[in-house]
T-cell receptor
Framework: DTGVSQDPRHKITKRGQNVTFRCDPI?????LYWYRQTLGQGPEFLTY????????KSRLLSDRFSAERPKGSFSTLEIQRTEQGDSAMYLC????????????????FGPGTRLTVL | KNEVEQSPQNLTAQEGEFITINCSYS?????LHWLQQHPGGGIVSLFM???GKKKHGRLIATINIQEKHSSLHITASHPRDSAVYIC??????????FGAGTRLTVKP
């Protein structure tokens, strides 16, 4: 399977604990995106990387959230001191930015990590 | 007001019906995506549009850049089409903004 993978698929944690999610993009893709989706809503943009550089962060990404992509391949999203409001599906997507018009940068989504904070 | 508005929020159809889902947006875009999300949460990209019309099987997507409006049509709908359909826009700064989704249920 050469699609986007995410691990774990489900995570249940207690309020106040730290959690870390991993995303493995499609191997030749240079862009990697994180989104959060709460029940009944569309995904919300959190952040994206081009290679190892984090180019944009949403103001939704509070200081308890940090994302890394140290080698420009897989990425991790860490949430510190989780709160019940962090319960959501965390989606990762990747794309290949070729320098041509950005309309060709189709994003491919992973299956998501469902976080439940008790 | 959301930058991306979809209608309807929920849609129930009988198998075989022609279905239209609408998306309006309020900012300049470089592309618009239609996505399909199944109950398990997985998202599949159906179309990426920057102008005109695209067709894939029973699915047709159109976009009118001047009117900032796109439609997704499903011909001869089938119960397996039941899913949430999400409209997403790619802004000129390359980030994506999503509509809340349209929940489609096709009954046999």
């Amino acid at each position: 399977d050469t699609g986007v993978s995410q691990d774990p698929r489900h995570k249940i944690t207690k309020r106040g604990q730290n959690v870390t999610f991993r995303c493995d993009p499609i191997s030749e893709h240079n862009r990697l995106y994180w989104y959060r989706q709460t029940l009944g809503q569309g995904p919300e943009f959190l952040t994206y990387f081009q290679n190892e550089a984090q180019l944009e962060k949403s103001r939704l990404l509070s200081d308890r959230f940090s994302a890394e992509r140290p080698k420009g391949s897989f990425s991790t999203l860490e949430i510190q001191r989780t709160e019940q409001g962090d319960s959501a599906m965390y989606l990762c997507a990747s794309s290949l930015a070729t320098g041509t018009p950005s309309s060709y940068n189709e994003q491919f989504f992973g299956p998501g990590t469902r976080l439940t904070v008790l | 007001k959301n930058e991306v508005e979809q209608s309807p929020q929920n849609l129930t159809a009988q198998e075989g019906e022609f279905i239209t889902i609408n998306c309006s947006y309020s900012v300049g875009i470089s592309a618009l995506h239609w996505l399909q999300q199944h109950p398990g949460g997985g998202i599949v990209s159906l179309f990426m549009l920057s102008s005109g019309k695209k067709k894939h099987g029973r699915l047709i997507a159109t976009i009118n850049i001047q009117e900032k409006h796109s439609s997704l049509h499903i011909t001869a709908s089938h119960p397996r089409d039941s899913a949430v359909y999400i409209c997403a826009i790619r802004g000129n700064n390359n980030d994506m903004r999503f509509g809340a989704g349209t929940r489609l249920t096709v009954k046999p």
